[in-house]
């Protein structure tokens, strides 16, 4: 087997990354959004020169999220200036789709659906039909302030404070979205669950087979649940503890870590964890085993992905809060790595004999 490859990009952003996302055709073209105001292009390969910046996106105030949309020029964004935008990415031209009533969290595209979902913590979702645009989003009122998106073929998961999880059959919602006609709407969810996890909800992430979920929390936990509401189906979830170091100071105590990214490998169904310890573990979750667990990173580990034919995963890491510096700067420390995976790295181990 080939050895692993690991390299730095060149030109990383200023202050903390917010997220990190490959295109959807192409492995090698990487979006990252950050605290510094700007959304950054990158075309990895060339591991000699560490990729190359292809073009900055600058934004009114520090970006919280970004995806690509239909295609690899097509980008979304959201942030602190309440709006979300749509970003050409070979003109560079911004224009913004909507605007919520506080800062925007989390953007999410389905390209089955051509719908894009963004989720603010004024405690909406906006579902843009971009097959209508002339037609404004619709609002849908969330129970509490949203965390995390996260979408498959058919399904969005909505990780929300107060442990809430809702889970909306994208179909159905775009239908009685589009009879709303803009107007705000409270839609009831598929599903209305409570997170197996007893703190914050830190991150979710959808399996890539449409078949469930992963979520973490603040307090060093990730949770596996399945979408089919059925006892047997759930009675197959479940919780595991991780992102916790032995506490130099307190023998036989662990020091716990938020676990703030989580990203599913798109061949093999395996997923990634990423802890503010500046550990990245790669877990199988059908059979409940670690496969491997990353040379630690000098700072906490911000955003995960996997590029779409699974060969290469981004690792974004900064400064988090988990040292208790009051003067937060992300300069010089934020990162942007790059791993390139073995054939078989990421793939599961099956259970234990």
């Not at 989720?119 to 979702?125: F, M, V």
């Not at 599913?264 to 503010?276: K, Q």
Request: some cysteine; glycine content about 8%; aromatic content about 10%.
């Amino acid at each position: 087997m080939a050895p692993t490859i690991q390299y730095e990009l060149s030109q990383p952003p200023t202050d903390a990354i917010s997220s990190v996302k490959f295109a959807p055709s192409s492995p090698t073209r990487l979006l990252v959004s950050s605290w510094d105001r700007h959304v950054y292009l990158y075309d990895i390969s060339g591991e000699e020169e560490g990729g190359k910046l292809i073009e900055k996106h600058e934004h009114r105030a520090p970006v919280l999220d970004v995806c690509f949309g239909a295609d690899d020029n097509e980008a979304f964004s959201a942030g602190m200036d309440w709006q979300v935008k749509r970003i050409n990415l070979e003109s560079g031209e911004q224009t913004v789709l909507s605007a919520h009533g506080a800062p925007v969290k989390s953007v999410v595209y389905s390209k089955e659906h051509s719908l894009l979902i963004s989720s603010s913590w004024d405690s909406t979702l906006h579902f843009h039909d971009l097959k209508n645009p002339e037609k404004g989003p619709t609002t849908i009122k969330l129970p509490a302030k949203p965390h995390s998106l996260s979408i498959t073929a058919s399904k969005l998961v909505v990780a929300m404070a107060s442990r809430l999880v809702f889970i909306y059959e994208l179909q159905s919602t775009l239908m009685l979205a589009s009879q709303s006609n803009g107007a705000t709407s409270d839609l009831t969810p598929w599903q209305q669950r409570e997170s197996s996890l007893k703190f914050m909800t830190r991150a979710v992430a959808c399996m890539p087979n449409d078949d469930g979920y992963a979520s973490s929390s603040i307090e060093g936990r990730v949770a596996v649940e399945w979408f089919d509401p059925s006892a047997e189906s759930q009675a197959r979830k479940y919780a595991f503890k991780c992102h916790r170091q032995p506490d130099p100071e307190n023998e036989g105590a662990d020091i716990v870590y938020p676990v703030n990214a989580l990203a599913f490998h798109p061949v093999f169904g395996t997923f990634a964890s990423g802890g503010g310890d500046g550990v990245v573990a790669l877990w199988d979750a059908n059979a409940k085993r670690r496969i491997r667990q990353y040379q630690k990173y000098p700072t906490s580990v911000a955003a995960l992905c996997f590029s779409c034919d699974g060969r290469y995963l981004a690792i974004g890491t900064c400064p988090g809060f988990e040292n208790g510096q009051e003067e937060y700067s992300g300069e010089g420390t934020t990162k942007v790595y790059i791993r390139e995976l073995g054939e078989t790295e990421a793939k599961g181990k099956g259970p234990k004999q």
